[in-house]
């Protein structure tokens, strides 16, 4: 759970209290996250992506979607898909019945793992720093 507590930090400084933010670094893709509805049970959705243009069509490369949730003594963020359309790559787990059921066509990819080392590399690559330009959209 600890993990899931630093997605909903990350996730929640990169935000800064918006619904939608592109950030721009010098040299990288630029970063969008952007709150996107509420799932089944009323949690709150949060998309974080990369895009790319490929014959006039948005490509994701890659999104990943978190269930951003309240704890009695925080927020966490529970990476619940990651999709790249350049790979043709989805990994998610479905909502069904009340009940979570993972659906990994590639077995080995772990989307907490993917989560660790994108927000790792979104560190290296300065998304988190002050002189990252900030573009709020909502």
Known sequence: MKIYEEFAKYLTQLLGGSNAVRITVSGYLPLSIEKIG?????????SLCHYREQNGDLMRDPDMVFLLYDL??????????????YLGLEVCESHGAGSRTHEF???????????????????????FEPTAQRDILA
Do not use: C, Y
């Not at 509420?38 to 949060?46: A, N, Y």
């Not at 009695?72 to 359309?85: L, M, Q, V, Y």
């Not at 066509?105 to 690559?125: G, M, N, R």
């Open 105 to 127: 066509p590639h077995p080995k990819l772990d989307v907490a793992d993917l989560a660790q080392t994108w927000f790792a590399t979104l560190h290296e690559q300065g998304f």
């Open 72 to 85: 009695p003594d925080g927020t966490a963020a529970e990476p619940i898909s990651f999709r790249n359309d």
């Open 38 to 46: 509420m799932s089944e049970d009323g949690t709150r959705l949060v």
